[in-house]
């Protein structure tokens, strides 16, 4: 969640959507976004909505805001009458693990009450190596969770402590296996590269502690340093260089190289994994222009063209939902225009591409000439086999994924 919500317009006390959002309901996959704020300690790179104890005090708790996420989802189910069945639920964070194998069950079966879940629903947790145990793995997955996002980051102990992450280096590897002990199929392991201090040999540690852990996908992102952060004071008083544009492309590549030679293929400009069963359909809902609902503080959410945010804070979101009203904090009534734009944004990112045959003729022009200089696939271009061409970027091309989207839009 970012740490500045858009301004959007006033969103109604009730919650309700304009009946043309509902009116495609259930003909496209929906997800449940379920938002956990909280987090043992705060990372200095962290720019999400997250909240230690001590900055919430009182104010606040896991009791709280699990009563606020019971209200909400009930709200929801009211606002779309008779939900669609998720067929995906993602819970994120803060640390979703902090509220053990019992809360996140509590989480899991509150979104089952209000939602209920598709057959052979994707449901899945992120979760802090340091709050993960074989027993909390074997816990949520007797609860049903189906796929496990597991914070690695890096092994190599000085970018740990640079990105303020308190796990030792093994242990989201050891996690890892331990998640495929407990019986889960679909583990995720995140890493960040690009971090002041990092070395080529740290990366190459890292993606091998990956490869042995034998998950079946990988994210791995740039270092973005964002505005209001300990990382972001640290660069600006000098202690630290600002993330290097040439090194982080020289990362990028060293990623896709290993993974795509170990058999974890991208589908994502930031995302690899095993094959189209191993992709993770939540994230693929947001990036395809799906519907869901997403709860907790903070927490964006979209349905048939109307897109709103929650408040941020646990204290002011457990309050509204006590006093029957809405958390939503503003939204805004996505023009024509403005899901076009999205869609380019977000379909160019994946291996699938963007139907050549969704842009207007300018944008066509654009996308031949971003073919010609080895951005886009030309053979995707010109389709086969009778297909439409697609829009699908090269290895350059994802390199310098968000100049050819704005050349496209």
């Known amino acids: 969640m970012p740490s500045v919500l858009p301004p959007g317009e006033p969103a109604p006390a009730d919650g309700a959507v304009p009946p043309s959002a509902l009116a495609s309901l259930g003909r496209r996959p929906f997800g449940v976004y379920v938002h956990v704020p909280f987090c043992a300690t705060r990372c200095g790179y962290c720019d999400f909505n997250t909240y230690t104890a001590g900055e919430l005090g009182t104010a ?27 067929d995906t639920v993602f819970v994120g964070g803060g640390t979703p693990s902090l509220l053990g194998a019992a809360g996140l069950a509590e989480v899991l079966g509150a979104v089952r009450d209000t ?14 190596p340091e709050s993960t145990s074989p027993e909390f793995f074997a816990g949520i997955r007797a609860a049903g969770y189906t796929r496990v996002s597991l914070g690695m980051q890096s092994v190599a ?21 331990e998640a495929r002990a407990a019986g889960f199929e679909h583990v995720n392991l995140d890493l960040i590269y690009g971090t002041p201090g990092e070395r080529p040999d740290d990366l190459d540690a890292s993606l091998d502690a990956v490869l ?11 270092l973005i340093v964002e505005e209001g952060t300990a990382l972001a004071r640290r660069i600006a008083r000098g202690e630290l260089p600002a993330p290097d544009d040439d090194v ?20 994502e400009v930031s995302n690899w994994a095993s094959g189209p069963h191993a992709w993770c359909r939540h994230n693929l809902g947001y990036w395809l222009g799906c519907d869901w609902w997403g709860a907790g503080p903070g927490a964006h959410s979209h349905v048939g063209g109307v897109r709103w945010w929650n408040v941020k804070h646990p204290a002011r979101y457990a309050e509204l ?54 951005l886009l696939d030309p053979d995707a271009m010109a389709g086969v086999n009778g297909q439409h061409g697609r829009c699908v970027l090269t ?11 704005r050349r496209l839009v």
Not at 159 to 169: G, I, M, Q, Y
């Open 60 to 86: 606040a708790s896991p009791a709280s805001w699990l009563a606020g996420l019971r209200a909400e989802l009930e709200l929801a189910a009211r606002v779309l009458g008779g939900p669609p069945a998720a």
């Open 115 to 128: 939602f209920g879940l598709a057959g052979g629903a994707e449901v899945t947790t992120e979760s802090n």
């Open 157 to 177: 102990s000085h970018v740990l402590r640079t990105l303020d992450r308190t796990h030792t280096p093994g242990r989201a590897a050891e996690a890892a296996r």
């Open 212 to 222: 042995e852990a034998g998950v079946d996908h990988v994210s791995a992102y740039a």
């Open 248 to 267: 982080l492309a020289s990362r990028y590549e060293r990623i896709d190289a290993v993974l795509s030679g170990a058999g974890l293929h991208w589908y």
């Open 321 to 374: 939902l006590a006093g029957g009203r809405s958390p939503a904090a503003a939204r805004e009534l996505l023009s024509a225009a403005d899901r076009q734009v999205e869609r380019v944004m977000l379909e160019l990112r994946l291996s699938d591409g963007l139907a050549v045959d969704v842009l207007d003729e300018p944008a066509q022009a654009q996308a031949r000439a971003a073919a010609e200089e080895g």
């Open 395 to 405: 290895p350059r091309g994802r390199l310098l994924a968000d100049a050819v989207i």
